[in-house]
């Protein structure tokens, strides 16, 4: 059974039609990855899935259970996290303090599933070394880190990162895909968008399209880079080379 799954979603926002019956499916421990042009509504549909924004029609589920109508706090108790473009952790806290209080803040279902101490998080984020710094000391990859950190102390059965490699040069970004890498293997469902195609054929099991408000292609990184339709909406016609370099 799959983790998540999005079913004939539709969202608009006055006149403009943002998605006109969106699918994904999401098996459990995958790396999934989600692209698409700017504006193809990939944010939206985390919004969406986290319960930030409503659907106009269709429904989430999350193992099994329609969260379409849940608000975001009773979300993430049951286990979905999100990591954001724009990193947003405690600044004048150290990673360690900004790690205990969102363990302290998980819900009850959170607490019952946990799966790490706090120290074993610090080492999964690299940040044993610096979790007594000041966050707003620290550089732009370890404050990432704290981010994931933070999604990691409420105990979530998938996480949701929205461009993570923003920012980041070359080496950081290959850090950062050994660190989601490290996260499927250690039980955690991953869902990724991101622009760097490199990064979406190294580490993704499966990849949907967004375009035009539907899912015009899902598969392997390998499959919607021959996919016709994807060349030709998210390459522009160009060789599907470029998928990768």
């Known amino acids: 059974m799959a983790i998540l799954e999005v079913r004939d979603l539709k969202k608009s926002f006055g006149g403009l039609e943002v998605f006109a019956g969106v699918n994904i499916s999401i098996e459990k421990d995958q790396i999934y990855g989600i692209i698409g042009t700017n504006g193809a509504g990939k944010t939206t549909l985390f919004n969406i899935i986290c319960g930030v924004l ?47 209080v969102a363990r302290a803040t998980a819900g009850k279902k959170n607490k019952e599933r946990e799966k790490f101490s706090i120290d074993e998080i610090m080492e999964i984020t690299n940040l044993t070394d610096k979790m007594h710094i000041k966050t707003q000391e620290l550089s732009l990859p370890d404050k990432k880190n704290v981010e ?37 293997k250690m039980g955690i469902t991953v869902v990724v968008v991101e622009h760097i195609m490199l990064f979406i054929k ?44």
Do not use: W
């Open 54 to 100: 409503r659907a106009d029609q269709g429904s989430v589920l999350f193992n099994g259970e329609d969260i379409s109508k849940k608000p975001t706090h009773k979300i993430a108790e049951l286990g979905i996290g999100r990591c954001f473009q724009t990193v947003m952790p405690f600044k004048s806290m150290t990673p360690l303090e900004n790690v205990r």
């Open 148 to 184: 994931i950190a933070r999604a990691l102390a409420c105990n979530p059965e998938i996480i949701l990162f929205d461009e993570v490699s923003c920012g980041l040069s070359g080496e950081e970004i290959y850090s950062r895909m050994e660190l989601m890498k490290k996260l499927s």
């Open 202 to 245: 190294e580490i993704c099991d499966q990849v949907s399209v967004l375009h035009s408000g539907k899912v015009i292609c899902s598969g392997t990184p390998q499959e919607v880079a021959r996919d016709a339709g994807v060349i030709e909406a998210y390459l522009g016609g160009k060789s599907n080379e470029n998928i990768g370099s």
